[in-house]
């Protein structure tokens, strides 16, 4: 797995500006190399943030969004359509102004949805969507290009929380039951499958992001942070404002 790079921006504003232009790079440079490009999006604030500097950029109309697989690494195990799934925040903010293929938008199952109100079948059925998907010569997976993830006050990641059983799941995609964030009942990737992204972007803005951000870059365990344990295979990049960059060592930041 990659050693992790830090890039600090002024602002909250900034980052969101500097996360976009990073992501419409990405994705061209995907879709020169194998004619298609995959996403993992996450949700919160800065997410949303990245998502309307994605839709105001001139340079977005390069990308062929036709052949962009979106992902979600997480998701509240709430009904279709509510304004707290990050499905919904993604296509108020960025989705719904695209010319998407719908079947390339892999939404996490809703808990109105074919699973019904079983979470557990829901993880199921997103880890057989992502199997439907897979990459030649692998059982499970399709190819991740940049998989995004917010981090939470408390080193969470997507829905894998401090010492919570997520944590021991062998299954690429896990029910998340009890999470001590509301909602309680989620669906989520498991750490193995966040480190089969070829890159790993952790996304953080604020000073209440701060102590979490300095501790996985100063090498805490993945069981008590799980932002430590996120890794990306060819890069793992830390974009984050000056304020969740307070407690990161002078000398490991790159100042934008």
Known sequence: MSEASVAVHADPDLLAQAVAARLVVKLLDAQADRGQASVVLTGGRIAAAVYRAVAQLPARDAVDWSRVDFWWGDERFLPSGDPDRNETQARAALLDSLPLDPARVHAM?????????????????????????????????????????????????????????????????????????????????????????????????????????????????????????????????????????????????SLR
């Not at 074919?114 to 880890?127: K, L």
């Not at 998989?147 to 299954?171: K, N, Q, T």
């Not at 966040?194 to 805490?220: P, Y």
């Not at 990306?232 to 002078?250: F, H, N, Q, Y």
């Open 109 to 253: 199952p809703a808990s109105d949805g074919p699973a019904g109100a079983d979470p557990e079948e829901a993880a199921a059925r997103y880890a057989a969507e992502l199997a439907a998907a897979a990459r030649p010569g692998t059982a499970e997976l399709p190819h991740f290009d940049v998989l995004m993830l917010g981090v939470g006050e408390d080193g969470h990641i997507a829905s894998v929380f401090p010492e919570h059983p997520v944590h021991y799941e062998s299954r690429p995609v896990s029910a998340v039951r009890g999470s001590p964030k509301p909602p309680p009942v989620r669906v989520t990737l498991t750490l193995p499958t966040i480190n089969t992204a070829e890159e790993v972007w952790l996304v953080a803005a604020g000073a209440d992001k701060a102590r979490a951000v300095g501790l996985a870059l100063a090498g805490a365990g993945p069981v008590q942070l799980p932002a430590a344990g996120a890794r990306g295979v060819s890069r793992t990049l830390w974009l984050l404002d000056r304020a969740a960059a307070a407690d990161v060592p002078a000398r490991a930041r």
